[in-house]
């Protein structure tokens, strides 16, 4: 009965200091907001007191971040055309074709010598492959075509399979694609891109209508849905035949086939592709050391050379980058020592009323990286101006990815907090004394 009083009393201090301690941590970090608080509005009232020098402190900060972000909307919106109109060859399909990506004299003269893909090779590769759920075959070339009085220029007339638009997702907007029977039967039978039938067809229906290509006619069933342009160059120009009414009628000894292969799924494109480079090598009796005399061409491929193309025009572009960002920092630390020079007065008088050095140093600092910060959004809603003007007048694809914006914003404010940290810290370092003896 005794001891309870006792072991309440020993509590009680116990207690108190925990809830001491926690009074102190709360104080604490309100102390702490209070002067970051204070500090962002001492740095805001700065800035603006001094506009025009401010303004011509951040030109290169803002010449940096509007080149990033506009080198980096341009990457971006090119990467995404390219990916979405010249490197989508369809779902999970590569190509069988003679040279594949040449990027050099000596490989294109060295690829000059390997035999052409014939029409036995297609057949052979469609007849054998186990792991393709399906295998089509283009051959083409461009011809002049009319109907009537009407005449279009280099359109690509194409000889495929009648699987061919399965394979490459081609969608038909009005009559039907060729099917097996067509092909079997050599049928004169022709399926038109959107802009061979506006050309030849404007006024009219176009099925059931003839359009002639060199010396042969060939009767209108399909009109394709329009697909655009690639960098300004018409893909809906074309004109799809038979491919053996192509083999028979249109096809030159130089000609060679391009086989489309089609996986059952990205996990089966390795193994597709691995099956069909083997069966390519068996029936050229290529040796186990000898390089493929064809290629095997992907998206991944296409996309890795348009990367290796545009990594290149990013390098230049960080360089450029990188010198701006030097010179704006250089003058952003010059501005912030003058700015120290003039206000020592005031420094002083901070440090008299209370102030320590580190509240000197966070103030200059800040100041400093406010004034990057703002220089790079300044930076940003330049160049979101001039992407919208690019993408307005030109046909260049631009796309402003968040992360340019980002990346840019975080950089401008990290080039103010490196070249404000001598400012920030020769201020510091004043003598309160001294600097309340300085002449304003």
Not at 368 to 395: F, N, P, Q
Request: glycine residues 8%; charged residues 20%.
């Amino acid at each position: 009965m005794g001891v309870a009083p006792l072991e309440g009393l020993t509590r009680l201090p116990q207690v108190t200091a925990v809830a001491g301690r926690r009074t102190v941590a709360l104080t604490g970090f309100r102390g702490g907001a209070v002067t970051m608080v204070e500090t962002m509005r001492l740095a805001l009232d700065a800035l603006r007191a001094h506009k025009l020098r401010s303004f011509l402190t951040l030109l290169g900060v803002i010449l940096a971040v509007t080149t990033l972000v506009a080198v980096m909307s341009v990457v971006s919106g090119m990467n995404f055309y390219v990916a979405e109109r010249i490197a989508n060859l369809g779902a999970n399909v590569f190509i069988v074709d003679r040279f594949g990506i040449i990027t050099s004299q000596d490989a294109w003269v060295k690829a000059q010598k390997r035999p052409l893909i014939t029409m036995e090779d297609y057949e052979r590769l469609r007849d054998s492959m186990k792991t393709a759920k399906a295998v089509a075959a283009l051959d083409d070339h461009n011809v002049d075509v009319r109907s009537g009085n009407e005449r279009l220029e280099n359109t690509d007339v194409m000889g495929v399979s009648s699987n061919y638009a399965e394979v490459r997702n081609i969608n038909v907007a009005q009559g039907r694609f060729i099917n097996e029977a067509d092909d079997d039967h050599r049928a004169p039978v022709v399926f038109i891109g959107a802009d061979v039938a506006e050309r030849l067809f404007s006024n009219v229906d176009p099925i059931g209508k003839v359009v002639r290509a060199e010396t042969h006619e060939y009767q209108v069933i399909g009109v394709a849905e329009r697909i655009g342009s690639a960098f300004g160059q018409s893909q809906d120009n074309f004109m799809i035949i038979p491919l053996h009414t192509f083999e028979k009628e249109l096809h030159r000894p130089r000609d060679w086939v391009g086989i489309f292969v089609q996986a059952g799924n990205a996990e089966m494109m390795n193994a597709c592709e691995d099956e069909a480079r083997m069966l390519m090598r068996a029936w050229r009796h290529l040796p186990y050391d000898a390089p493929d005399n064809f290629a095997i061409l992907g998206s991944d491929s296409i996309m890795k050379l348009w990367h290796d193309l545009t990594g290149t025009l990013a390098s230049v572009a960080v360089g450029l980058v990188s010198v701006f960002l030097v010179v704006g920092g250089i003058v952003i630390m010059n501005i912030m020592l003058a700015s120290v020079t003039e206000r020592t007065r005031e420094i002083g008088i901070r440090r008299s009323l209370g102030a320590r050095k580190k509240h000197i140093l966070l103030q200059f600092m800040m100041e400093s990286a406010v004034l990057a910060a703002t220089g790079g959004v300044i930076g940003v809603l330049l160049a979101y101006g001039v992407v919208a003007l690019v993408g307005a007048t030109t046909s260049i694809p631009v796309k402003t990815p968040l992360s340019a914006v980002i990346v840019s914003l975080c950089v401008s404010t990290a080039v103010g907090l490196f070249f404000g940290i001598y400012p920030a810290t020769r201020a510091a370092k004043l003598d309160p004394i001294e600097a309340l003896r300085a002449e304003t």
